[in-house]
């Protein structure tokens, strides 16, 4: 009995060791998020610079492939991300408040954590480095539209220009006190896209519009049509922040948080129908196989219209941006603090979130290929955290019976997800190889 206080003492510790620990965490910080929230966190999530490249990859698809993998993409993701939503709290009193928690409940401990992690990570990672590329190049953009007397800026330049809104708001500790960034970027995703097909169809379809496949030879157009499909991937990616987002949202056993979860999941999802549906068809329609990996350089007029619009690209990147590093500076934070034992002080934090800054701001100053990056990403971390993760930890879970409905829709998923991860990879990379010939560091 006399040994027995102060392990009670020791556990009264641990236990308020750990609450201070999640309470710092940006994750699992703040829990009074409204559904809404996780609409405009869902949309900025998912409409992103994607949407964009869609028109490029209806023209690497054509007409037929290209509609087929755009809509069963949008189906497949929303039925995938339904099932994330519903595994959130499917253990009564607990929380997978992270995606790697419920891999690592599907798979085990250690097996979970490195099925899930690198995906994961590679994804937001790979995201941030596109993102500031993205914005660095809609900066250049508008530059150039507003001041066309001026001497022209090196790209690196203006990404360093879009990593200085980072260095600042990276520093925001959690999701929700990111929310109005987020529903700035959700309302700019909308204005663009907006921007993007109706400006398109005001200019009318070209005399000299084609429809054919722009390579030459057969095996540049398999690789284009590879690299489309990274580009489709690329464009649907939501899931890998989803149970992080639920996590903000408040729950009890009466009132669950995928009531309001779903409910912002489908004014999500309709507005990003509203979003890449009207520019992938309209933007190929217009300018056939002649479009650019970003159709807002094959506007190039009215020249006001188009700055504008690359000015919302670059505020709605800045919320994107945001919203994929927060589930890293977790991890990092995560580890830091419960595995290497640090304090969680906001110093520690300042160092954490600036060093993430700074190294992809150097990355996409480095290797600022844009539309291979999309397809490349796309196919290898994408498809499989999107497409057919969820599945695979849905069958591992529940077990529904052989040749149920459940058993189909997840192993046709599953199927499409692998298609996807195998081959538009090889495309992007083919694209990289090809633009990396002409390309100097740093110009």
């Known amino acids: 009995m006399v040994n027995q206080v102060p392990q009670d003492d020791y556990d009264d510790e641990k236990l308020a060791r750990q609450k201070e620990i999640e309470d710092w965490l940006p994750i699992t910080s703040s829990r009074n998020a409204k559904w809404w929230y996780a609409a405009f966190h869902n949309v900025t999530a998912m409409v992103g610079a994607g949407v964009l490249g869609l028109p490029y990859a209806m023209s690497q698809l054509g007409w037929g492939p290209g509609v087929a993998v755009l809509v069963l993409s949008w189906v497949i993701t929303l039925y995938t991300l339904w099932q994330m ?4 709290e499917m253990v009564p009193g607990k929380r997978f408040d992270r995606y790697h928690e419920l891999g690592q409940h599907a798979f085990g401990e250690k097996l979970g954590l490195y099925i899930v992690v690198p995906q994961q990570l590679i994804v937001e990672i790979g995201v941030c480095i596109v993102y500031m590329v993205t914005g660095g190049k809609s900066l250049k953009k508008f530059h150039e539209l507003v001041c066309e007397d001026c001497k022209p800026i090196k790209l690196t330049y203006f990404i360093m220009i879009f990593a ?9 500790p959690n999701f929700n006190s990111i929310s109005g960034v987020s529903l700035a970027a959700a309302v700019m995703s909308l204005s663009y896209s907006t921007i993007a097909w109706a400006a398109s169809t005001s200019k009318g379809v070209r005399e000299d519009v084609e429809y054919g496949y722009k390579a030459k030879s057969t095996t540049g157009t398999v690789f284009n049509f590879f690299s489309g499909l990274g580009d489709v991937a690329f464009a649907y990616a939501g899931h890998n922040v989803v149970l992080e987002i639920q996590a903000t ?9 995928k009531g309001p979860m779903w409910k912002g999941v489908i004014v999500a999802y309709i507005v990003v129908a509203l979003c890449y549906f009207p520019v992938a068809l ?3 329609y217009i300018f056939g196989n002649s479009v650019e990996d970003n159709i807002l350089i094959s506007l190039k007029k009215p020249a006001w219209l188009i700055a504008t619009a690359n000015i919302f690209v670059v505020i709605h990147v800045i919320g994107s941006y945001q919203i994929y590093a927060m589930p890293v500076f977790d991890m990092m934070e995560t580890l830091l603090v419960k595995k290497l034992n640090f304090r969680p002080t906001t110093v520690l934090r300042f160092c954490v979130r600036s060093f993430y800054v700074a190294a992809t701001m150097f990355l996409g100053m480095t290797f600022p290929f844009f539309g291979g990056l999309l397809a490349f990403f796309g196919g290898f971390a994408f498809a499989p955290t999107t497409y057919f993760l969820p599945c695979i930890i849905w069958l591992a879970i529940y077990k529904p019976r052989k040749y149920s409905l459940s058993w189909w829709a997840n192993w046709v998923c599953i199927v499409f997800g692998i298609f996807l ?11 990289i190889v090809i633009q990396a010939k002409e390309y100097q560091f740093y110009s």
């Open 85 to 88: 939503v519903e595994m959130h």
């Open 164 to 172: 200085s809104v980072h260095f600042v708001l990276s520093h925001l």
């Open 421 to 431: 991860m195998v081959l538009s990879p090889i495309g992007g990379l083919r694209t």
């Open 282 to 284: 309209v933007g190929y």
């Open 249 to 257: 949202i408040p729950s009890t056993p009466e009132k669950p948080s």
